[in-house]
């Protein structure tokens, strides 16, 4: 069964940090393009940040831009999002998706168009409250 699961989410504090992880289970996520993806309650889907197969390709969304970090290990199949400097409005749950072959824009980055995805994960709850 072909599986994604994300963890690491949890409840930190304005300025705080949390690392969450994507990982596979049933294929190896060599070949996919990955993207994280967060929903806040009452707003919209919005693909924060993806990473190409190889790595060699990230995108992150202007809301996100200097304070998330996208990367990968395909060794350990496993791929991670480092947040930084969290604001109440990072206040979502994340999830991850695949896709395969590399989902990539017209400028050949990876895309950050969520409906492109195939396989999601159930997703992991990041709130940030003082």
């Known amino acids: 069964q072909l599986q994604l699961v994300e963890s690491g989410g949890g409840l930190v504090h304005p300025g705080g940090s949390l690392r969450l992880s994507c990982a596979a289970s049933?294929?190896?996520?060599?070949?996919?393009?990955i993207l994280w993806v967060r929903q806040a309650p009452g707003k919209e889907r919005e693909g924060v940040s993806c990473?190409?197969?190889?790595?060699?390709?990230?995108n992150y969304a202007d809301s996100v831009k200097g304070r998330f970090t996208i990367s990968r290990d395909n060794d350990k199949n496993t791929v991670y999002l480092q947040i930084n400097s969290l604001k109440p409005e990072d206040t979502a749950v994340y999830y991850c998706?695949?896709?395969?072959?590399?989902?990539?824009?017209?400028?050949?980055?990876?895309?950050?168009?969520?409906?492109?995805?195939?396989?999601w994960g159930q997703g992991t709850q990041v709130t940030v409250s003082s």
């Open positions: 990473i190409s197969s190889s790595g060699g390709s990230t």
């Open positions: 049933g294929f190896t996520l060599d070949s996919y393009s």
């Open positions: 998706a695949a896709g395969t072959p590399d989902i990539t824009t017209v400028q050949a980055m990876c895309s950050r168009t969520w409906e492109r995805y195939d396989f």
